[in-house]
Nanobody, 127 residues
Framework: QLQLVESGGGLVQPGGSLRLSCAAS????????IGWVRQAPGEEREGVSC?????????DYVNSVKGRFHISRDSAKNMVHLEMNSLKPEDTAVYYC???????????????????WGQGTQVTVSS
């Protein structure tokens, strides 16, 4: 059973940066595609970014974060990071790390693709 723990959220001013981390344990980390999903108050969950399994997995981003966010995998440490730059108030949400077992290198951003979830970390962008 894969366990996921997020860290790195917090309060940041517009234009600032945060780095979210997702630490995995309990299974072979590189067998899983990892996604970041966010949920703002009163909104549905939105797939923000994802990275495919292994060291050469594909990546994908929702249009609203392209050019600002970057996802990466550190297989040696069983971690995935989401570097968030030029943050905007509309990025405010709880960010969840999620995982899906895959046999190929692709990933899907949609929340329904993921079977394993972390507890979430709050990101607040406000002046």
């Amino acid at each position: 059973q894969l366990q996921l723990v997020e860290s790195g959220g917090g309060l940041v001013q517009p234009g600032g940066s945060l780095r979210l981390s997702c630490a995995a344990s309990g299974s072979i980390f590189d067998d899983y595609a990892i996604g970041w999903v966010r949920q703002a108050p009163g909104e549905e969950r939105e797939g923000v970014s994802c990275i495919g399994r292994g060291s050469t997995g594909s990546t994908d981003y929702v249009n609203s974060v392209k050019g600002r966010f970057h996802i990466s995998r550190d297989s040696a440490k069983n971690m995935v990071h989401l570097e968030m730059n030029s943050l905007k108030p509309e990025d405010t949400a709880v960010y969840y790390c999620a995982a899906a077992f895959r046999r190929d290198g692709w990933c899907a951003r949609r929340p329904g693709a993921y079977a394993y979830w972390g507890q979430g970390t709050q990101v607040t962008v406000s002046s």
